[in-house]
């Protein structure tokens, strides 16, 4: 049986768009999370949450 050609076909040698979101959504990320999100074998959403990491006092101050 062969193998089914993709709806959308992409050129040859590029990535798939939301594969170039993903990619820019952690650029730049320190912490966090990228989820994506596929529905019936599709991408259909791409999340960021990035979080702000606060060094507590134990951290802030020097060793003795």
Known sequence: ???????HPSPP????EW????RAKVRGLR???VQVVVHD???TQIER?????IA???E?????
Do not use: D
């Open 1 to 7: 049986m062969p193998a089914e050609a993709p709806s």
């Open 13 to 16: 040698h590029s990535e798939p």
């Open 19 to 22: 594969l170039s979101l993903v």
């Open 31 to 33: 912490y966090g999370v």
């Open 41 to 43: 074998g599709r991408v």
């Open 49 to 53: 949450t990035e979080k702000t990491r």
């Open 56 to 58: 507590s006092e134990r």
């Open 60 to 64: 802030e101050r020097p060793a003795n």
